[in-house]
């Protein structure tokens, strides 16, 4: 199958568990550099080599990197040539496979903290100079305590003595503190340094282009068959629901289950946007007796949320074997529902809660 408008700049961000590492990819897009995410158990040479990223970034994490078993990557990462970045735990991961110490720190810092910059680099052009004192975001236990040959130190905290470092000639930087969030002065401004400054990245990527891209690849994918969505009326359903449809026209049905815990008018006004605007096929179930029955007597929001997915699965079958003739499964779900979602065992990202959009 042909690539359809090809994106030609990636950054590959690897997750070590992180609850915010949605979050980078989220800056490095608005800076107009296409980025995914992908397990730091998922990346090898074959992996990196398929993606052809322009540079990677490695996440922060939960884990500490002297404990047995946590999160490592491939020594790959380090060896292909590309421009590495490392916030906290990737950049603690980083020094301690590229020969640098990494101890137990009896200084930890978790919220806001103050750096010095001690030095120029890569990652702080035309943002900070030497002396600069910025405010940004910590959230570590360990801490860097010798660097790497070749590495050199451009900022500091108080609980950090490495808080930001540099590798310029092999273009590898490590930053303690989470230049992601919001909390974090000029972080996005950072990222968008490491992307365009030092990887040499033009910009050029837009969601509209991605749409276009996205349609093409549903017609491509379902060709004459046919699509079945299940619609909850929020964003994630919503978005993928009304692409599919521009993609494939009447060869994509919904179903939309009134589960009895909706907003007043809800189920009407979705009925509205979908059916009467969007002119989609929409197939509504009332089971609000079934659901409601089901959780009577429940106060744990965690089995609240195993018996909605579960039921919701059940109820869904019932009307999608009703429809039938479904040739694919159409699920919409945001970055932040899978990484909440996902087990220490079946990947790094330490679990936040159950979804039930996506599975329970």
């Known amino acids: 199958m042909a690539k359809l408008l090809p994106v030609s700049e990636k950054i590959l961000i690897i997750d070590f568990g992180s609850q915010v590492t949605q979050l980078i990819a989220r800056r490095i897009r608005e800076s107009g550099v296409y980025s995914e995410i992908h397990p730091c ?45 490392g916030i906290c735990y990737g950049e603690q991961l980083m020094c301690q496979m590229l020969g640098g110490t990494v101890e137990d720190s009896s200084h930890q810092e978790f919220g806001r903290a103050i750096l010095e910059v001690t030095d120029h680099c890569g990652l702080f052009h035309r943002v900070w100079l030497p002396g600069t004192v910025p405010e940004v975001w910590m959230s570590h236990g360990d801490r860097v305590t010798a660097l790497p040959e070749g590495f050199r130190t451009v900022a500091t905290s108080p609980g950090a003595p490495f808080a930001a470092i540099a590798d310029e000639e092999r273009k590898f930087y490590g930053v303690q503190f989470h230049p992601e969030v919001v909390h974090s002065q000029d972080g996005a401004r950072l990222l968008s340094n490491f992307v365009h400054h030092v990887a040499g990245c033009r910009g050029d990527w837009t969601m509209a282009a991605f749409r276009a891209a996205e349609i093409e690849k549903v017609r491509e994918q379902v060709g004459g068959g046919r699509v079945i969505c299940g619609l909850s009326g929020g964003v994630d359903s919503s978005v993928a629901a009304v692409l599919i449809h521009e993609a494939i026209g009447d060869q994509l049905n919904c179903i939309f289950v009134d589960h009895g815990l909706l907003r007043a008018g809800e189920v009407e006004e979705v009925e509205q946007i979908f059916r009467d605007r969007f002119n989609i096929s929409l197939v509504v179930r009332d089971a609000k007796e079934m659901f409601l029955d089901k959780l009577q007597g429940v106060s744990d929001p965690e089995t609240k949320r195993k018996i909605i997915g579960a039921t919701f699965i059940d109820v869904f079958e019932e009307e999608a074997a009703k429809v039938g003739g479904a040739d694919f499964l159409a699920q919409g779900t945001l970055y932040p529902d899978v990484i909440e979602s996902v087990s220490p065992f079946g990947g790094p990202s330490a679990t936040i809660k159950s979804h039930h959009n996506v599975g329970g």
């Open 41 to 85: 158990f998922r990346i090898d040479q074959a992996f990196v080599e398929d993606f052809d990223p322009m540079a990677i970034i490695l996440s922060g994490g939960p884990a500490s990197v002297m404990s047995d078993g946590a999160p490592t990557i491939d020594p790959v990462v380090f060896e292909v040539g590309l421009p590495v970045m």
